[in-house]
C-alpha cells in the first residue's frame, strides 16, 4: 500500500479509493424488454460498468433485477421523492410537491 500525503495538512492516506463505473439508464426502452435485457446488460458489463443507476419505473418491472444480478452488476436506486409511480411509467408523476417537510416525510414513507 502506498502512503500519500497531499498538501501535507491531509493525514497520510494507506488505501487509495477505487474508482467504479455505473452506467445511468434512465428512460432506456430496452431494459422493459425481457428479450433485448440480457444482451443489453452484457453490453454494460462489457463497458467496464460495475452496476446501473435506474429508476423506480424500472425496478418493479419484472425480470429487471433477476437479470442485473444473473449479469453481476449493482443497483443503484434513482429515488424521486414527492413522485408518484401509481400505474407504472405512465402514471409517473415528477416532483409532484416543492416543501422540504413534504420531502422529507415521503423519503421516510419509501424506506
Known amino acids: 500500500k502506498a502512503t500519500v500525503s497531499v498538501?501535507?495538512?491531509?493525514?497520510?492516506?494507506?488505501?487509495?479509493?477505487?474508482?467504479?463505473?455505473?452506467?445511468?439508464?434512465?428512460?432506456?426502452?430496452?431494459?422493459?424488454?425481457?428479450?433485448?435485457r440480457?444482451?443489453?446488460?452484457?453490453?454494460?458489463?462489457?463497458?467496464g460498468h460495475v452496476g446501473v443507476r435506474i429508476s423506480a419505473t424500472q425496478w418493479r418491472d419484472a425480470g429487471v433485477m433477476a437479470d442485473l444480478k444473473a449479469a453481476g452488476l449493482a443497483f443503484v436506486a434513482q429515488i424521486h421523492t414527492t413522485a408518484h409511480v401509481d400505474d407504472g411509467a405512465a402514471g409517473f408523476?415528477?416532483?409532484?410537491e416543492w416543501g422540504v417537510?413534504?420531502?422529507?416525510?415521503?423519503?421516510?414513507?419509501?424506506?
Open 93 to 96: 408523476q415528477y416532483m409532484t
Open 7 to 36: 498538501l501535507n495538512w491531509c493525514p497520510a492516506v494507506t488505501t487509495m479509493s477505487e474508482l467504479k463505473l455505473i452506467k445511468a439508464m434512465w428512460g432506456v426502452p430496452a431494459l422493459a424488454d425481457p428479450a433485448a
Open 38 to 47: 440480457p444482451a443489453m446488460l452484457a453490453r454494460v458489463v462489457c463497458e
Open 101 to 111: 417537510d413534504e420531502h422529507l416525510k415521503d423519503l421516510r414513507a419509501k424506506g
